[in-house]
């Protein structure tokens, strides 16, 4: 079971910090990737980062903007957001992958039907 948190209301240039905690065993061989959706769009590949947090994948729309990092410990994923944009505006989804693969930057970890399970969303709103 993945549960994000941390959306909510920011104005353009802000900042949040998305959280998505797992439950179970194996959150250490998971790839993790961030997703998010806009109203009447697709869901969009935001990043993801390998099972030992040591490579990140980021789409050319965050690049330089957003940082993910993991806790293993915890079993826990982060997304921190960082001069949030009105486009930034979505649902933003965290995923799970099995895999140990130490390189993620390919296009198959960039697919959401790649990944295994879903958390249920949080709600980002960037205001103009």
């Known amino acids: 079971q993945l549960v994000e948190s941390g959306g909510g209301l920011v104005q353009t240039g802000g900042s949040l910090t998305l959280s998505c905690a797992a439950s179970g065993r194996l959150f250490s061989s998971h790839v993790m990737g961030w997703f998010r959706q806009a109203p009447g769009k697709e869901r969009e590949f935001v990043t993801a980062?390998?099972?030992?947090?040591?490579?990140?994948y980021y789409s050319d729309s965050v690049k330089g903007r957003f940082t993910n990092s993991r806790d293993n410990a915890k079993n826990t994923v982060y997304l921190q957001m960082n001069s949030l944009k009105p486009a930034d505006t979505a649902v933003y989804y965290c995923?799970?992958?099995?895999?140990?693969?130490?390189?993620?930057?390919?296009?198959?970890?960039?697919?959401?039907?790649?990944?295994?399970?879903w958390g249920q969303g949080t709600q980002v709103t960037v205001s103009s």
């Open positions: 995923a799970a992958l099995f895999s140990t693969v130490l390189v993620v930057t390919t296009p198959t970890f960039s697919r959401p039907s790649e990944y295994e399970y």
């Open positions: 980062i390998s099972a030992n947090g040591g490579n990140s």
